[in-house]
């Protein structure tokens, strides 16, 4: 597989994401993480349209995996093994996702300390575990995510068993 389509989407999205050549590694502006991408275990790449008339260009692996060059950056699916199902979640997320939900979390945890938290805050974690496991089955670095959410975890048991 050549990367061509994956060159040429790039090159009209510049401020979404950058394109390597010589190195095989997508970098996701918004984030500036980078994923290697190992052209000979991609099976297609493929133009598509959300049907708000949003191209995209989908990755898809010989594994069956795949991503997406959007709008919103690089996309993957969630990977439910730790969260549990969610029903609702979008289909794929980024880390523009990412950031708007821990920044929810953080501010239902800054503004309300000492407060057990809710449901939605629960969900707000199940959800961003699961967009954080999807990150690392295609290959991003999450570990500065993963100390985020552990954080957050700690702190939500903090509060659910109450004071020392």
């Not at 010589?22 to 991408?37: A, C, H, M, N």
């Not at 349209?49 to 898809?60: G, H, R």
């Not at 503004?111 to 690392?136: F, K, N, S, T, W």
Request: charged share 25%; hydrophobic share 40%.
């Amino acid at each position: 597989m050549n990367d061509e389509s994956i060159r040429k989407w790039c090159a009209a999205h510049l401020m979404v994401a950058i394109w390597d050549a010589p190195t095989s590694t997508l970098f996701d502006v918004y984030s500036s993480k980078s994923l290697f991408i190992d052209l000979r275990k991609v099976r297609e790449t493929a133009e598509r349209t959300t049907p708000s008339a949003e191209t995209y260009e989908l990755i898809v692996f010989e594994s069956g995996l795949q991503i997406a060059l959007a709008p919103a950056g690089v996309a993957w699916p969630p990977d439910f093994a730790n969260s549990g199902p969610l029903p609702g979640l979008p289909q794929v997320l980024c880390w523009r996702d990412f950031a708007s939900v821990s920044a929810q979390i953080q501010h239902v945890i800054d503004a309300h300390q000492g407060e057990p938290v809710g449901r939605e805050v629960l969900d707000m974690l199940r959800y961003c575990i699961a967009l954080v496991d999807g990150a690392r089955v295609v290959g991003f670095d999450v570990e500065k995510e993963e100390r985020r959410l552990e954080g957050y975890l700690e702190e939500v048991e903090k509060r659910r068993s109450g004071p020392a």
